[in-house]
């Protein structure tokens, strides 16, 4: 659960953040739903190291992941969510990565992610 001091925190964290605005346009719910759905993504994704949750980087990655999912354009999740992985118009084409996790969020957590280890054969 998310509390009064982390969104300070937050607010703290985005003051110098290239995406400050985004961030100051949310209200004080706003900040705190998208906190909990952001921390709530990364729990439910990665198997994390015991302890890491402790850890200041993990603080950053539920910010990270907060502002991923506040400017994470509407179209191209409803896309995403029907399968669509790439689009031509006329001579532009897009491609879109299937992640619904920010990408600074996963290299800050990076190192705390327990690896799956399978057998050789």
Known sequence: MIDE???????EYFRSHT???AWDETLYDERESLLNKAE???????????????LEIYQFAIFEQAIFLATFDKE?????????????????SF???QSVISPI??????KHIYKKVGKIL
């Open 95 to 97: 491609s879109m990565n």
């Open 40 to 54: 709530t993504m990364i729990n439910s994704v990665f198997d994390l190291r015991k302890g890491t949750e402790e």
């Open 76 to 92: 191209r999740s409803r896309l995403q969510r029907e399968g669509v992985t790439s689009y031509k118009v006329e001579d532009l």
């Open 19 to 21: 995406e400050a605005d």
């Open 105 to 110: 969020a996963y290299t800050f957590l990076k």
């Open 5 to 11: 001091i982390l969104i300070d925190k937050a607010d």
